[in-house]
């Protein structure tokens, strides 16, 4: 390929209920499904994010635990369209497993939902009135 190598995207291999889960970033096709299976939970941890930040181990871990018990289901669903698994095999995993696919889950795409979408949604905004800036220029 002229000299250019092909870019793979990043993996993740996670012991989960004694299988090797081979994690990588979500697809566009899984993004829908993602989101869906995922939106109580957002709204949960964008309402409780403020509380965890300060708090102490006992009570984040309360925390984790009330939406385990009160979303498990659908972080079950969430993990398994990312993981192209069944939600009832997910919800099946110990609270370990769960625990580090979630975490490889949310490591392997951080950087599109935490950055690059919202450079995306800035660069689709129209300039403020009276702005100069270019879509593309950057402030430090």
Not at 47 to 66: Q, S
Request: proline share 6%.
């Amino acid at each position: 390929m002229d000299g250019l190598d092909v870019l793979t995207p990043p993996t993740r291999c996670v012991p989960f209920r004694g299988e090797q889960v081979v994690v990588k970033p979500l697809r566009l096709e899984q993004v829908g499904p993602f989101v869906t299976a995922s939106r109580t939970i957002i709204a949960r941890v964008a309402m409780l994010a403020g509380m965890v930040e300060g708090a102490a181990a006992v009570e984040v871990g309360a925390i984790v635990l009330d939406m385990l018990e009160q979303d498990g289901p659908e972080v079950a669903s969430a993990l398994a369209v990312a993981a192209d698994r069944e939600a009832a095999w997910i919800a099946g995993g110990t609270l370990d497993e769960v625990a580090d696919l979630l975490e490889a889950v949310v490591g392997l795409n951080r950087d599109f939902f935490a950055r690059r979408l919202q450079r995306l949604i800035q660069a689709a905004r129209p300039p403020a009135a009276g702005s100069t800036a270019s879509p593309t220029s950057s402030s430090t």
